[in-house]
Nanobody, 120 residues
C-alpha cells in the first residue's frame, strides 16, 4: 500500500524559504514528482526526481526550487527559495508515473497535499 504524506507547508512572506517533505510509509520511492494546485487552476507540474536522482523542473521554479531525496529515510524534499505570491498553492507529491513525467494523469498515487501561502 502506497501512502504518501506531505508536510512542511505554511504561510510565509515573499522571498522566504520553505522545505516540503514527502514520506512514503514502508516503501522505497521510485520516480516521484511534485505538483501544485492553486484555487480555480489546473494541477501544475513543479518538478520530478527519478529513482537515480535525476531532476527536472518547471521553468517557473527552475533555479529557486530543488528536489532531493534521502533513500535511507524514504523521504523526498522540495526546497523552495525566493518564494513568490504566485507560488501559493496546495502542493502534492505523487508516484507511480514514468520518469520525469509532467502530466498529472500519468501518476497513480497522491498525497493529500500541504498548503503553501506566500504573501507580498
Amino acid at each position: 500500500q502506497v501512502q504518501l504524506v506531505e508536510s512542511g507547508g505554511g504561510s510565509v512572506q515573499a522571498g522566504d524559504s520553505l522545505t516540503l517533505s514527502c514520506g512514503n510509509s514502508g516503501r522505497t520511492f521510485g520516480n516521484l514528482a511534485w505538483f501544485r494546485q492553486a484555487p480555480g487552476k489546473d494541477r501544475e507540474f513543479v518538478g520530478a526526481v527519478t529513482r537515480n536522482g535525476v531532476t527536472n523542473y518547471a521553468d517557473s521554479v527552475k533555479g529557486r526550487f530543488t528536489i532531493s531525496r534521502d533513500n535511507a529515510k524514504n523521504i523526498v524534499y522540495l526546497q523552495m527559495n525566493s518564494l513568490k505570491p504566485e507560488d501559493t498553492a496546495l502542493y502534492f507529491c505523487t508516484v507511480g508515473g514514468p520518469p520525469g513525467s509532467r502530466s498529472p494523469w500519468q501518476y497513480a498515487f497522491w498525497g493529500q497535499g500541504t498548503q503553501v501561502t506566500v504573501s507580498s
